[in-house]
């Protein structure tokens, strides 16, 4: 394990994630979405936006999962990451995370809502510390996460990457 990792989840108290990695929530808009338009898909009140770090060693992977919402990720330290991203029409898509811009990374992303993603660290014994903000704000109601036998069915091309990015067996 990287011993810098092991200091920052130390000292931020960050939590083992369903999904793989570690992350705390940090802020979260005081302004609530109520229903309307778009918010009737979810079926209950969002607060505008919500914060976490989130942070991911060279061991971990952030399995394959959904939301509801969009997510912007924002770079902080370590190295970069990749995520992985399976799009609603299918097409796989990966985006390097991170500084190494000359090798095409982008130090913020946003991962389209409704796109099925992980990341995962791009060096050995390393990590990625980022912050993610989900809008409108992250609920676990509104994740999903999946078994690489829901996901072989609908995308059989990707099975590589999903037998890679998903868990065998859900965690309980």
Same mark, same amino acid.
């Not at 914060?51 to 060693?57: D, Q």
């Not at 990720?73 to 299918?90: C, E």
């Given at each position: 394990?990287?011993?810098?990792? =092991? =200091?920052?989840?130390?000292?931020?108290?960050?939590?083992?994630?369903?999904?793989?990695g570690f992350y705390?929530?940090?802020?979260? /808009?005081? =302004?609530?979405?109520? %229903?309307?338009?778009?918010? $009737?898909?979810?079926?209950?009140?969002?607060?505008?936006?919500?914060?976490?770090?989130?942070?991911?060693? /060279?061991? $971990?992977?952030?399995?394959?999962?959904?939301?509801?919402?969009?997510?912007?990720?924002?770079?902080?330290?370590?190295?970069?990451?990749?995520?992985?991203?399976?799009?609603?029409?299918?097409?796989?898509?990966?985006?390097?995370?991170?500084?190494?811009?000359?090798?095409? %990374?982008?130090?913020?992303?946003?991962?389209?809502?409704?796109?099925?993603?992980?990341?995962?660290?791009?060096?050995? $014994?390393?990590?990625?510390?980022?912050?993610?903000?989900?809008?409108?704000?992250?609920?676990?109601?509104?994740?999903?996460?999946?078994?690489?036998?829901e996901l072989l069915k609908d995308y059989?091309?990707?099975?590589?990457?999903?037998?890679?990015? %998903?868990?065998?067996?859900?965690?309980?």
């Amino acid at each position: 394990m990287n011993k810098q990792a =092991e =200091e920052i989840i130390e000292h931020l108290a960050l939590e083992p994630h369903p999904e793989g990695g570690f992350y705390k929530p940090t802020n979260a /808009s005081d =302004e609530v979405l109520t %229903a309307d338009p778009v918010m $009737d898909k979810f079926g209950a009140e969002r607060r505008l936006y919500t914060n976490i770090y989130f942070l991911l060693r /060279s061991e $971990d992977i952030s399995h394959l999962h959904r939301l509801r919402s969009d997510e912007c990720w924002y770079f902080h330290s370590g190295s970069g990451l990749t995520i992985h991203m399976i799009h609603p029409d299918g097409r796989y898509e990966e985006v390097s995370l991170g500084m190494d811009y000359k090798n095409g %990374a982008v130090p913020q992303y946003t991962v389209p809502k409704g796109t099925i993603f992980g990341s995962s660290v791009n060096c050995e $014994d390393s990590y990625a510390l980022v912050s993610c903000m989900v809008s409108p704000g992250f609920d676990f109601e509104d994740f999903e996460l999946f078994t690489q036998e829901e996901l072989l069915k609908d995308y059989p091309d990707h099975g590589e990457k999903i037998k890679k990015l %998903a868990y065998e067996k859900l965690p309980e």
